[in-house]
Structures are given as structure tokens and as C-alpha cells.
């Protein structure tokens, strides 16, 4: 079976390879000032029924494989965010990179209902797992990994507690999170 990676790429593909066919019906956009796009005309009904035919397949074959995920327990959606994972444990610099390389990010949540999301995958695997959010420069002060300042957070009690020696924040089963060392070995959780 493929991965899910696999069909959105094939997806993609597929959806570049039908609006590339599009591209070549000039004036197919309606749009004033291109050569024969003068005008609200759309592109030819056989082409139109093909694209419309394509992105609803496109659409049925990945809420398909969300389904499967989801129900594999793989991945829980959460709004625009899908988080997931891999099952393995990596130090905070392997796991980022590993979800950097698929495309995502370590798992940030950002309100209660992601915490929850993660938690969920947390609780399946029964492991802890880094969330992607690091102490700055100021000890104590943590930011999500692309600087920004945090604007949700689930400390444990009387977390964090590593006053700079402590780098990283990993999420515990219960879903609250911990200040840890970046060189332990966690579970991998990504969003995408």
C-alpha cells in the first residue's frame, strides 16, 4: 500500500497534469487583458467536465486514505492541521529533521483541541514525544521553533523547571508538557 505522502504526490501531480491541458485553451480564465481572455468564457465542456471529474476523484481518493489513517489511528485532524506519526523515537534534532524532510514540522499545539490531538497520539503509542517548541535565549522563556512567541501552553505543575539546562518540551500521556533534555529519545509526531 502506499503511503499517504504517496497518493497526495499523485494527487498533485495528477491536478497539475489536468490544469497544465487546461493552460493550453487560451481564454480559459476569462480574465480581460490575455489573449482571449476577454471575456467570462470558461473552457471548453468536454475540458470542463474532465477537470470537475478529476478534482472530485482527487478529493474522494484522499478523504479515502484520511479515513484509513485516521481510523488506523495514524493521524488525527485537527482544523487545517493533520498530525501523525511514524511510531519511532528520535532525539529533538532527528524527529525535526525527519518531519522537515515529509514536508512538516515537529507537532505545535497552538489551543486545547491540538494539544488533545497529539495527546491522543501520545496515548497510542504510549511514549512521550517532543512538541516542536524550545527554550530561547532568555532561560525559561520557551517559543515555538520558528522563534515566535508561545501563545498556548499546558505545563505540568511546576513546569518548566530546567532553568537552561533543559532545552526542549516534550508532551507526557496525560498531555500536559515537561522541559527535557533535546538529546533523549522521543516518539516523532508531525503536522502538516
Known amino acids: 500500500m502506499l503511503s499517504y505522502s504517496s497518493y497526495i504526490l499523485i494527487g498533485l501531480a495528477a ?7 487546461a493552460s493550453n ?8 487583458g490575455i489573449p482571449g481572455g476577454d471575456g467570462p468564457r470558461g473552457p471548453p465542456d468536454f475540458l470542463a467536465a474532465q477537470l470537475y471529474n478529476a478534482v472530485a476523484n482527487l478529493q474522494h481518493q484522499l478523504l479515502q486514505v484520511e479515513a484509513v489513517l485516521a481510523l488506523n ?6 482544523g487545517d492541521k493533520i498530525f501523525a506519526s511514524n511510531g519511532k523515537k528520535a532525539d529533538f534534532a532527528s524527529a525535526l529533521r525527519t518531519c522537515e524532510e515529509f514536508g ?7 489551543n486545547v483541541e491540538e494539544n488533545k490531538a497529539i495527546m491522543d497520539i ?7 514525544a517532543f512538541l516542536g517548541i524550545r527554550e530561547g535565549e532568555i532561560p525559561g522563556q520557551f517559543k515555538y521553533i520558528n522563534s515566535m512567541p508561545l501563545t498556548y501552553s499546558n505545563w505540568r505543575q511546576h513546569q518548566p523547571d ?3 539546562r533543559e532545552k526542549c518540551v516534550e508532551m507526557f500521556t496525560d498531555g500536559t508538557w515537561n522541559d527535557r533534555k533535546c ?4 516518539l516523532t509526531i508531525c503536522e502538516f
Open 162 to 164: 530546567g532553568k537552561g
Open 73 to 78: 489511528g495514524k493521524i488525527r485532524k485537527v
Open 25 to 32: 485553451y487560451p481564454g480559459i480564465f476569462g480574465v480581460p
Open 15 to 21: 491536478l497539475s497534469v489536468t490544469c497544465h491541458a
Open 183 to 186: 538529546n533523549v529519545y522521543r
Open 104 to 110: 512538516g514540522t515537529l507537532a505545535t499545539p497552538k
Open 122 to 128: 501520545v496515548k497510542q503509542y504510549n511514549q512521550y
